[in-house]
């Protein structure tokens, strides 16, 4: 990979850990108080009403309050996946550019699903993480020993 290309991908890793860090202090927030006292009603409905759900009992908010939970560890496992790829000197370019390719596709994804969902402080999140991991997949691979052009993805 060329400097730009691992620079590219170190930024969409340090992307990752921010994106799951502000997922993570979004989740300890919590809920905001209500408005108003329908919003008080539905906040209890949401926080008290219980459905089954793959053979246990949850309610909505247990289901709302796990996946955003996991959607933070998920994006803090990956940045130390990406840290741990770009760690390892014996680390082929060629892989380091589907990995980067496979992370540009995941925040598109995650970007293009959340698009009706989530709060744009995320939906910029992915947008950045996608754009400098698309980055660090564009180009031609640089050979480690020689600093060579490759002809292409390896």
């Known amino acids: 990979m060329t400097r730009r290309q691992t620079r590219s991908f ?17 989740h ?8 108003s006292e329908e919003e008080a009603t539905l906040l209890a409905l949401f926080q008290g009403y219980e459905m089954e759900m793959g053979g246990t009992t949850r309610t909505l908010y247990d289901a709302f309050d796990g996946l955003g939970l996991s959607l933070a560890l998920l994006a803090i496992l990956v940045w130390f996946l990406g840290l741990l790829w770009l760690r390892v ?22 970007l293009l699903l959340g ?38 993805p390896a």
């Open 10 to 26: 170190a930024a969409g890793c340090g992307l990752w850990i921010l994106t799951g860090l502000i997922q993570m202090a979004g």
């Open 28 to 35: 300890f927030r919590g809920l905001p108080d209500p408005a």
């Open 89 to 110: 000197p014996a680390t082929p370019a060629g892989i380091l550019r589907r990995v980067a390719g496979m992370n540009a596709v995941a925040a598109a994804a995650l």
């Open 115 to 152: 698009l009706p969902r989530l709060p744009v402080a995320s939906l910029v999140c992915f947008g950045a993480v996608g754009a400098a991991f698309l980055s660090a997949a564009a180009g031609r691979v640089v050979a480690a020993t020689s600093g060579a052009a490759g002809p292409g």
